[in-house]
């Protein structure tokens, strides 16, 4: 004992110890080291308590695992974790403990006054308080310090997403793109390039960056472009403090060749022919259903389906890409052409193209809330409290033609949804009274006349600058790229129409499945299927004890829940989120500002916070 007291105390006189005595205000780095002699205490389970969680500062967080505390202490094992306000109902063994245990850490923060970090054990029921400390630092866990952002994301899945649909979009979103850079040389992912942190997809742009870093020409500023025009100076500091390798623009450059060889290889009409046939083979095997009776031959279906998927994702934006770099060229060409107002007609060419009827379903509810309101039908469809009361409207020409369009919407875009790439969002046709409240909406809506008039006031203003360019140059190269900028948005509307109908015909089968378990008890109800990962879905099936599973899916539905009522970050570093600062606009025209990603409509409520 003697021996180790001296030892305590000789470690009081190392550099790092000064170090950190100055920087609490001990100006000499000298302190005088008391030392506390306490029994050793092997105890059943132990951890640390964290009165305020030191990453989020989302309360109590509790860290733990069996045994001694030192093997978590030292870093060498992944504990439990338990945050007493999203997980209620986990480690219904420990209940009465951790009980004990939070109510003893609130009278310990009430004795020191500050947040504090607390280490624990319990022995034979009892509790042990081992050492109390302050939170000093943010974080004391080891993270990857990756840079996640979703502020791009958020354009194409806006909420949250369950955890069958995470492991799919990860997978999707790697397919894609590595089918693209692979041209440049890229040989393989270093890491994926999306995850998902707190039910929402992320970007992550350590990742992203590494293989767009092949690209000659690629810098932090073009990224920031793509995530919609960025100037947050906090939010540029955080991404260009990010390095890439300069062997992969070598690299790059090398393989440049072989990339415009495959970009201008891809031909259009092939490339729809390939979308089409997907399509009727998404829809086979939507309907091969009828040939299924076991839980195995849903799964093996279901895991095939997926499979095919995953082949036709390699397609979903590769030709996409090919036209974004002709609407660069269009871009470039508008510019030189007019020096003084090529921003203004380059705004003018695009602002129409939002109004693709061929495959957008928010332009569709714009024409069809029109003719009720030209047809003088709005009070009828006002007072309309279900979707099948339409059917139920008395016969006229009008009311045939308002129940036509309704049908061919449904026959159309029912596979759509307000949550789209979710398999747990319910589509419309199985939601149909989400439709009609929408149209309301749009009908109760006193500038909605204004929003129609706009749509086709833009469609004219394009017409009128085509038609200003083909009288000032005659040359075939800038209508061949004005095209391209007409097809690309057609092009990506029907191939993400397509991923949408294949995702709700994954949705059906996977329903299916889910009635087929929920009627053995295994699940409680059919929608908890989303909630388990294929993997867990075959053990699930092959299990005589579903109860683990059953308390999973409770967990992670609770937790979804809990997500879904916070407003997320756009940017995580590691597991650190980092919040911006509210940009404050006291200007009511100030509030909408800048080119949306994509061209649209409003076709719902929206929430504006001004301060």
Same mark, same amino acid.
């Given at each position: 004992?003697?021996?180790?007291?001296?030892?305590?105390?000789?470690?009081?006189?190392?550099?790092?110890?000064?170090?950190?005595?100055?920087?609490?205000?001990?100006?000499?780095?000298?302190?005088?080291?008391?030392?506390?002699?306490?029994?050793?205490?092997?105890?059943?389970?132990?951890?640390?308590?964290?009165?305020?969680?030191?990453?989020?500062?989302?309360?109590?967080?509790?860290?733990?695992?069996?045994?001694?505390?030192?093997?978590?202490?030292?870093?060498?094992?992944?504990?439990?974790?338990?945050?007493?306000?999203?997980?209620? /109902?986990?480690?219904?063994?420990?209940?009465?403990?951790?009980?004990?245990?939070?109510?003893?850490?609130?009278?310990?923060?009430?004795?020191?006054?500050?947040?504090?970090? &607390?280490?624990?054990?319990?022995?034979?029921?009892?509790?042990?308080?081992?050492?109390?400390?302050?939170?000093?630092?943010?974080?004391?866990?080891?993270?990857?310090?990756?840079?996640?952002?979703?502020?791009?994301?958020?354009?194409?899945?806006?909420?949250?997403?369950?955890?069958?649909?995470?492991?799919?979009?990860?997978?999707?979103?790697?397919?894609?793109?590595? !089918?693209?850079?692979?041209? @440049?040389?890229?040989?393989?992912?270093?890491?994926? @390039?999306?995850?998902?942190?707190?039910?929402?997809?992320?970007?992550?742009?350590?990742?992203?960056?590494?293989?767009?870093?092949?690209?000659?020409?690629?810098?932090?500023?073009?990224?920031?472009?793509?995530?919609?025009?960025?100037?947050?100076?906090?939010?540029?500091?955080?991404?260009?403090?990010?390095?890439?390798?300069?062997?992969?623009?070598?690299?790059?450059?090398?393989?440049?060749? /072989?990339?415009?060889?495959?970009?201008?290889?891809? !031909?259009?009409?092939?490339?729809?022919?390939?979308?089409?046939?997907?399509?009727?083979?998404?829809?086979?095997?939507?309907?091969?259903?009828?040939?299924?009776?076991?839980?195995?031959?849903?799964?093996?279906?279901?895991?095939?389906?997926?499979?095919?998927?995953?082949?036709?994702?390699?397609?979903?934006?590769?030709?996409?890409?090919?036209?974004?770099?002709?609407?660069?060229?269009?871009?470039?060409?508008?510019?030189?052409?007019?020096?003084?107002?090529?921003?203004?007609?380059?705004?003018?060419?695009?602002?129409?193209?939002?109004?693709?009827?061929?495959?957008?379903?928010?332009?569709?509810?714009?024409?069809?809330?029109?003719?009720?309101?030209?047809?003088?039908?709005?009070?009828?469809?006002?007072?309309?409290?279900?979707?099948?009361?339409?059917?139920?409207?008395?016969?006229?020409?009008?009311?045939?033609?308002?129940?036509?369009?309704?049908?061919?919407?449904?026959?159309?875009?029912?596979?759509?949804?307000?949550?789209?790439?979710?398999?747990?969002?319910?589509?419309?046709?199985?939601?149909?009274?989400? &439709?009609?409240?929408?149209?309301?909406?749009?009908?109760?809506?006193?500038?909605?006349?204004?929003?129609?008039?706009?749509?086709?006031?833009?469609?004219?203003?394009?017409?009128?600058?085509?038609?200003?360019?083909?009288?000032?140059?005659?040359?075939?190269?800038?209508?061949?790229?004005?095209?391209?900028?007409?097809?690309?948005?057609?092009?990506?509307?029907?191939?993400?129409?397509?991923?949408?109908?294949?995702?709700?015909?994954?949705?059906?089968?996977?329903?299916?499945?889910?009635?087929?378990?929920?009627?053995?008890?295994?699940?409680?109800? %059919?929608?908890?299927?989303?909630?388990?990962?294929?993997?867990?879905?075959?053990?699930?099936?092959?299990?005589?004890?579903?109860?683990?599973?059953?308390?999973?899916?409770?967990?992670?539905?609770?937790?979804?829940?809990?997500?879904? @009522?916070?407003?997320? %970050?756009?940017?995580?570093?590691?597991?650190?989120?980092?919040?911006?600062?509210?940009?404050?606009?006291?200007?009511?025209?100030?509030?909408?500002?800048?080119?949306?990603?994509?061209?649209?409509?409003?076709?719902?409520?929206?929430?504006?916070?001004?301060?």
């Amino acid at each position: 004992v003697e021996e180790h007291i001296l030892l305590c105390w000789k470690s009081s006189l190392k550099k790092s110890i000064k170090e950190y005595t100055i920087q609490l205000g001990k100006e000499s780095g000298l302190t005088l080291c008391s030392i506390i002699i306490q029994p050793y205490i092997i105890g059943d389970i132990s951890g640390v308590l964290f009165s305020e969680e030191p990453v989020s500062g989302n309360g109590i967080s509790i860290e733990f695992i069996k045994g001694t505390p030192e093997p978590l202490m030292q870093g060498t094992v992944i504990p439990n974790l338990f945050n007493p306000a999203m997980e209620t /109902n986990l480690y219904p063994e420990y209940k009465k403990k951790f009980k004990l245990l939070i109510k003893t850490a609130e009278k310990i923060k009430k004795i020191f006054q500050f947040n504090a970090d &607390i280490e624990w054990t319990f022995r034979s029921g009892a509790l042990y308080i081992l050492q109390v400390r302050p939170i000093t630092a943010i974080s004391k866990k080891k993270t990857d310090g990756h840079i996640y952002i979703n502020i791009n994301v958020q354009e194409v899945v806006p909420e949250t997403i369950s955890p069958l649909t995470s492991k799919f979009i990860s997978k999707v979103v790697d397919d894609m793109f590595f !089918n693209i850079v692979r041209h @440049l040389g890229v040989r393989q992912l270093r890491s994926p @390039l999306s995850k998902e942190i707190s039910g929402r997809l992320y970007f992550d742009y350590n990742s992203f960056g590494d293989i767009l870093s092949y690209l000659p020409g690629f810098t932090h500023n073009k990224f920031l472009n793509i995530l919609g025009g960025v100037k947050n100076p906090e939010l540029v500091s955080i991404i260009k403090s990010v390095k890439f390798s300069k062997i992969n623009l070598l690299i790059g450059l090398i393989n440049l060749p /072989n990339f415009i060889i495959w970009l201008m290889g891809l !031909n259009r009409k092939r490339y729809i022919e390939e979308l089409n046939a997907f399509e009727k083979k998404s829809d086979l095997n939507c309907e091969k259903e009828k040939e299924l009776s076991s839980e195995d031959d849903y799964l093996k279906h279901i895991n095939q389906f997926l499979r095919e998927f995953h082949r036709f994702s390699k397609l979903l934006l590769a030709y996409p890409v090919k036209s974004i770099f002709k609407v660069d060229m269009i871009s470039t060409l508008i510019k030189r052409l007019y020096p003084k107002k090529g921003e203004e007609i380059l705004f003018n060419l695009l602002r129409g193209l939002g109004a693709v009827e061929s495959a957008n379903p928010g332009r569709e509810m714009i024409r069809i809330s029109h003719f009720i309101l030209e047809a003088g039908l709005k009070d009828k469809v006002l007072s309309l409290n279900e979707y099948s009361e339409i059917h139920s409207l008395p016969d006229s020409p009008n009311n045939a033609r308002l129940k036509e369009m309704f049908s061919n919407f449904f026959l159309k875009y029912g596979f759509h949804s307000d949550n789209e790439l979710d398999f747990a969002g319910k589509r419309w046709e199985e939601d149909k009274i989400f &439709i009609l409240n929408l149209i309301k909406t749009n009908l109760l809506s006193p500038r909605f006349h204004d929003l129609y008039k706009e749509l086709e006031n833009n469609k004219n203003i394009r017409k009128k600058t085509l038609e200003k360019i083909r009288r000032k140059v005659k040359y075939f190269p800038v209508f061949y790229f004005i095209k391209s900028l007409e097809e690309s948005p057609v092009i990506r509307e029907n191939t993400k129409v397509i991923a949408v109908k294949c995702i709700a015909n994954i949705r059906k089968l996977t329903l299916k499945l889910g009635k087929k378990l929920a009627e053995r008890n295994f699940l409680n109800e %059919p929608e908890d299927i989303f909630f388990l990962d294929f993997n867990e879905l075959r053990s699930l099936s092959a299990s005589n004890d579903p109860s683990k599973f059953i308390e999973l899916i409770e967990i992670r539905k609770k937790n979804l829940e809990y997500y879904k @009522l916070n407003e997320p %970050p756009h940017v995580f570093i590691g597991d650190n989120p980092v919040y911006f600062k509210k940009q404050n606009r006291d200007d009511n025209k100030t509030i909408f500002k800048g080119l949306p990603a994509s061209g649209g409509e409003i076709i719902s409520s929206i929430k504006i916070v001004k301060n």
